[in-house]
């Protein structure tokens, strides 16, 4: 049976959490987004933008794909991603879920099958409904607070503002990652996300970025 690749970013809805730590997977889906309406190579088609959520069919890498943004709150993303896979012909390793990732450091990502949700709600919600852990997750890294009593206040505010060119850098490396992977296959996929690095300057006004391999 043909499945089709989904790759779903998760975040909460509604402009008080756009510019949000826990936004990230959104920020990406939007940047392939952008990249899509401007480009008609990609055929980008809305296929649904009410309810549950946002499902987008464009072509990525050579590959038509599915790109979803659960319009639950966070932690009932996996209701939206279940429904999706009832509709749409998804099979369980076709789906990478993007998120943000309180283990890595700003600047860094992380493309691996299954594994624990380090307490995140909207993987945990999507294990719980899917009845599985094993699907690809591309982790965007946000750090961590100075406290662990302040992760849930942490992840719920604005990205500060010398973290935003690394965000940038963040959501087209990872645009590239997933392009790649659809493109050449997990192995180099995983390599090049794997291995990209940003950087602020001393000065916190500039990046080094250092994604070269994703050219």
């Keep these: 049976m043909h499945t089709v690749p989904l790759i779903v970013g998760l975040g909460n809805p509604g402009p008080e959490y756009a510019a949000t730590r826990h936004n990230f997977g959104f920020l990406v889906i939007d940047d392939i987004l952008a990249t899509a309406r401007e480009r008609k190579s990609m055929r980008l088609e809305t296929l649904q933008s009410e309810g549950d959520y946002q499902l987008f069919g464009l072509t990525l890498g050579g590959t038509a794909c599915l790109l979803a943004k659960p319009m639950t709150f966070m932690n009932l993303s996996g209701r939206a991603v279940a429904r999706i896979f009832g509709r749409h012909g998804v099979g369980l390793a076709d789906v990478v879920v993007v998120h943000d990732e ?15 949700s380090n307490g995140h709600r909207g993987v945990d919600s999507i294990v719980e409904h899917l009845g599985s852990e094993d699907f690809l997750r591309l982790r965007l890294g946000i750090g961590r607070p100075k406290f662990s009593s302040d992760v849930s206040r942490f992840v719920l505010e604005p990205f500060a503002l010398e973290e935003l060119d690394g965000v940038r850098a963040v959501c087209a490396a990872a645009h590239k990652g997933l392009t790649l992977m659809l493109r050449r296959g997990q192995g180099e996929a995983t390599q090049a996300i794997n291995s990209f690095r940003w950087l602020p300057s001393p000065a916190g006004d500039a990046t080094v970025d250092t994604s070269g391999t994703m050219g």
């Design 102 to 116: 309180l283990d890595l450091p700003m600047g860094r990502m992380k493309l691996k099958k299954g594994g624990g």
